[in-house]
Structure formats: structure tokens, C-alpha cells
């Protein structure tokens, strides 16, 4: 367990190091401004986009991270445990970290707004809203971070290949909605984290509603797991 | 002693290259097992393959428990961090206290002569510095097995002297050790017994050292150099170098003891004897 905590602590200090952080944050900052200049109305419209905007954030960051990787580095942090999962365990839980951290950021937006109050809102914000609102932020991100991850060097040496589809499976997710009409798309909609239904479900509603919210939630962390743990399945099997 | 790692029929190939071919071999605990042969026959394919990194084309690596290992890889990757802060962190994954960690870690850097750039970043560190650093953090605690990967590459003389006494010390303690090497001083200074790869195969190899000395001797009577020269290499053979008033010339140790009394009868006089 200690092991566990330790190895997300020494990522996260490579990865502040690393400064892998800075162009997705300014990616964010730039969204957040130009939400403000369109002065949405509610709450619900700035989250919905936010969310998208977050994913296909997500899915970069994720995408550099697992591209910075190194292979002599991983392997001795692989050989220093004794229980394997520990290695896994450990590399999930720095996601786990890097995609609060951004979902907190990205809260910066909707707690502005709460703060401001009325003067840019249709109606009041209350707090209930606002932890929905992070509960979808943090999914969203969740899945951007493990889907950008998947094709890690491990899993496909080619980097070419491996951003192409990347970034073929992020724009899908994102259409998935659109595209589910169609029969072959419809089955590659399916494997993909269903970002595109946090849209279809706030699309024509103007408030929250907590249990759509906690559905959505819980399907996103749902393909998340399922994406790191194919992930590391494929690694292990591989191994260096 | 019983046996912790067994390699079933393993094979690895990469390509249509075979690395290794069908091994067979079982290692036991505390066993001090050295790998050599000519370069890119296999011997870090092999060390990977013991410990899990590799998985190999075809048969079983088993293990008897889990193991830590702590490996000294080739060639020691460059963080962002400074070595004080890998180090620290590696420690941390051992599970050593905070407190505890620091102290050890900067004795180990007093050590290996090293100290003064712990606070540098890694990236900015020379090769040799980069490569105490891969040292220092697999010898931060006891694992069960080391793997060493040529771990001396470019490091100085002392660093050398007293990474031999780390890993003996360990060695008392049980641990089990396996190393790719080219240095004979190297491999018998710390191994028990020493293997080579040929074509694939893992064979028992001799790893009689040849200790050598560089010896430095002079003529009483100055006047026939030349002379002297070609006496020296008729009676030894060899290259004779000259050195100040005198020459130098390599010999093993059983040279020593045929040729040293030989010389100083002949007039010829001892003016130094190194180890080299
Ligand atoms: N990841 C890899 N992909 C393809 N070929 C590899 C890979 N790793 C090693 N090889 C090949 O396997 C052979 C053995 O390599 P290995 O690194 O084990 O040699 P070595 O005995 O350690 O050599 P050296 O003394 O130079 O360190 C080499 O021919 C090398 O080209
Ligand atoms: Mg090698």
C-alpha cells in the first residue's frame, strides 16, 4: 500500500517536472475565457461544453504522459515491488490524481459563476449543482485521461499510428451520438467512453438532475477502469 | 541451498533474431552467478528474462516466491528530479522511513564520492555521476536478488573499490546476485561462478583471473639501451616501453615469478611493481 502511494507521488513530481502540464492548462484557461465572452446563461450549458473541452484535454495529457514513459525507468520501478499489481496500482492512481487536479481546475469556471451569482445566470446556483457539475468534469477527464493512456509505447511501439487513432477515437466519442445512427460506427461508439450522452442528456434540459448525473458518472468511471485495466493487461502480457 | 529462480526451456527471440535457446537452469538463493561473453550475445536479454522485464519467446521463468528485485540497468535514465529527489522517492517505494532514508542515502553518496551532486538534477550530471546514482538507489536496501548490468561503466577507481565491498557485504547477507560484466578483476571479486552465452546457450565458463602488474624496471649501466631492450624481449617477449631512465612491461602473475628473479640476477633492477 505504501509502495502504492509512493510510486503516484514520484510520477506526479516527474510529471510537475516535466512541466507536461502548462500547454493543457493554457488549452483550458483559453476555453474558460472564451466562455465568458459568449456569457452563457446556465450552468448546465457551460458544464456540458466544459466537459467535451476537459476530455479532449484529458485524452492529450494522457496521450503525453504515457508517451514520455521511460522504458529503463518503468522497469525498475516494476522490479522493485514484490507484488506486481502495486506497479499498476500505482501508475492508475497518478491518473487518478493528475484527472482530479484538471477536473478541479476546470470547476474554476462553474464556481466563478456561482460567485458572481445572478448577474450572469439565468438562476442561482446552488451547491447541490455545483458538485454535479464536478462529478461530470471529473468523468469526463477521467475518460480523456484513460483513453489518451491506451496506446501507450507498451501497448503500440508505432507513435505515429498510435496518435492517429488516438486522436480518430477521441473525435469519435465525442460525435458518438451522432454517429450511433450508423451501423458500423455504432459498434465502435460502444467500446468508447460515452462522452457524447453527457451531451445527448443535457442537450435540451436546463437544469441538473442528480440521478442522471450519478449515472453518467458512474458510466465514465466505469470505461475508465475498463480502459486502464485493458491497458495494463496488454503491458503485462507484453511486459519491456 | 535452495533454488529460487528456475528457467524452463526458455528461448527468446527478437525478430527472426534467436537471443537465447532453450535454457535450462535453475539458480539457487544467495547464489553470486556472473554472465560474459562478447557483446550482443545475450547477456542482458538474460538478465531481463530472470527478472520478469522480458518475457521470453518460449518456456517458463518461475520463482519459488515473490522477489525485489533492484536492478543497475546499462544505462541509467536522467530524470527531471535531482538525484537527492530520486533517490528519496526510490527509497520511499522501499519503504523506508523519511529520516532514515536521507541518512543512508547520503552516506551511500559520501561513499561513491558523489555527495556534492545530489543536489544537481540528473540530466546535468556526467555519465560516470549518473551511473553511482543506478548504484546507490539499488543498494538503498536489501533487495533479494541485485541485477547488475556492466553497474561499473565508467566510474572511477575508488567508486569501484567501494562498490566491491557494498555488494560482498551484501553477498554475507544472503542476497543473490546476478551480473553482466566484462572485467575479469570484476567477476571475481564478486561472483561465484561465472557463465557465458554462446549461440543461445548458457555454458559454465573459467573465470581464472590473470592478474596483471605493470613493472617498472632499469639497468645499472647506462650505455647500451638498445641492447638492453632486446635482452628484455628475448627473455620476457611482450611489449617493453620505456619509462624515465628505465622501461615498463606488463606482466601477469605467473610471468612475475618466472621472469622477476631471472632479471635481477642479470643486473637488471626493480623500481616499481602495480597492480593494475
Ligand atoms: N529490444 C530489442 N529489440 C530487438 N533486438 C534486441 C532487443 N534487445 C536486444 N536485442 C538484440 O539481442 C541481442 C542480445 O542483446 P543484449 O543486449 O542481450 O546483448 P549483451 O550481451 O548484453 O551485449 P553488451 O555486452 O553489448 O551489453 C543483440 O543482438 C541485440 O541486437
Ligand atoms: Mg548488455
Redesign the pocket.
Known amino acids: 500500500m505504501v509502495s502504492i502511494v509512493e510510486m503516484a507521488k514520484y510520477r506526479l513530481h516527474i510529471w510537475k517536472q516535466g512541466h507536461l502540464y502548462v500547454m493543457p492548462l493554457v488549452a483550458l484557461a483559453l476555453y474558460d475565457g472564451f466562455c465568458y465572452s459568449i456569457k452563457p446563461a446556465q450552468l448546465v450549458t457551460c458544464v456540458v461544453t466544459l466537459c467535451i473541452v476537459l476530455f479532449l484535454i484529458m485524452v492529450w495529457m494522457g496521450y503525453m504522459i504515457a508517451g514520455r514513459e521511460d522504458m529503463v525507468e518503468e522497469q525498475l520501478l516494476y522490479l522493485r515491488v514484490a507484488q506486481k499489481s502495486c506497479y499498476y496500482v500505482g501508475k492508475s492512481l497518478f491518473l487518478l490524481a493528475v484527472q482530479v487536479i484538471f477536473a478541479a481546475l476546470a470547476m474554476a469556471n462553474p464556481m466563478m459563476l456561482y460567485v458572481m451569482g445572478t448577474d450572469m445566470f439565468s438562476e442561482s446556483v446552488t451547491v447541490g449543482e455545483l458538485i454535479q457539475s464536478f462529478l461530470l468534469l471529473w468523468g469526463s477527464a477521467g475518460a480523456g485521461i484513460a483513453l489518451g493512456s491506451l496506446l501507450s509505447p507498451q501497448v503500440m511501439r508505432d507513435r505515429k499510428l498510435s496518435l492517429l487513432l488516438t486522436v480518430f477515437l477521441a473525435v469519435v466519442s465525442v460525435l458518438g451520438s451522432v454517429l450511433k445512427k450508423y451501423a458500423v460506427a455504432g459498434w465502435i461508439v460502444w467500446l468508447l467512453p460515452p462522452i457524447s450522452a453527457v451531451g445527448k442528456v443535457y442537450g435540451n434540459n436546463s437544469s441538473f438532475l442528480p440521478g442522471r448525473t450519478a449515472a453518467l458518472w458512474g458510466l465514465l468511471v466505469l470505461y475508465s477502469v475498463a480502459y486502464v485495466a485493458v491497458r495494463d493487461i496488454i503491458s503485462h502480457k507484453r511486459r519491456f | 541451498m535452495q533454488a529460487v529462480i528456475h528457467l524452463q526451456q526458455v528461448s527468446k527471440k ?2 527472426e ?1 534467436q ?1 537465447l535457446g532453450d535454457i535450462t537452469q535453475s539458480f539457487a538463493a544467495g547464489s553470486a552467478i556472473a554472465f560474459v ?10 538478465l531481463k528474462v530472470l527478472s520478469g522485464l522480458v518475457r521470453p519467446t518460449r518456456g517458463t521463468v518461475q520463482y519459488d516466491r515473490a522477489l525485489i528485485f533492484h536492478y543497475v540497468p ?1 544505462k541509467f535514465p536522467a530524470t527531471y528530479l535531482t538525484a537527492e529527489q530520486y533517490l528519496m522517492h526510490m527509497g520511499m517505494i522501499d519503504g523506508l522511513s523519511q529520516a532514515r532514508l536521507s541518512e543512508e542515502l547520503w552516506k551511500l553518496a559520501e561513499e561513491f564520492h558523489m555527495a556534492e551532486h545530489l543536489r544537481s538534477r540528473m540530466s546535468t550530471l556526467s555519465k560516470g555521476t549518473l551511473q553511482k546514482v543506478g548504484v546507490i538507489q539499488a543498494l538503498l536496501i536489501m533487495p533479494d536478488v541485485l541485477l547488475l ?2 553497474p561499473l561503466s565508467g566510474q572511477d577507481v575508488d567508486a569501484q573499490r567501494v562498490f566491491v565491498d557494498k555488494v560482498n557485504d551484501l553477498r554475507g547477507r544472503g542476497i543473490t546476485l546476478f551480473m ?1 560484466c ?1 572485467e575479469p578483476e570484476l567477476v571475481a571479486a564478486i561472483t561465484e561462478k561465472a557463465y557465458t ?1 554462446e549461440q543461445g546457450k548458457l555454458l559454465p565458463c573459467d573465470i581464472a583471473v590473470t592478474e596483471t602488474y605493470r613493472v617498472l624496471l632499469c639497468r645499472e649501466e647506462e650505455d647500451a639501451r638498445q641492447q638492453a631492450v632486446a635482452e628484455l624481449t628475448k627473455m620476457v617477449g611482450g611489449e617493453i616501453l620505456p619509462y624515465g631512465d628505465g622501461y615498463q612491461i606488463y606482466l601477469t602473475q605467473a610471468e612475475c615469478d618466472r621472469h622477476l628473479g631471472r632479471l635481477l640476477a642479470q643486473g637488471w633492477r626493480l623500481r616499481g611493481l602495480y597492480k593494475v
Open positions: 527478437y525478430g533474431k537471443v561473453g562478447h557483446n550482443g550475445c545475450g547477456k542482458s536479454t538474460l546499462e548490468d556492466e553482466s566484462h552465452i
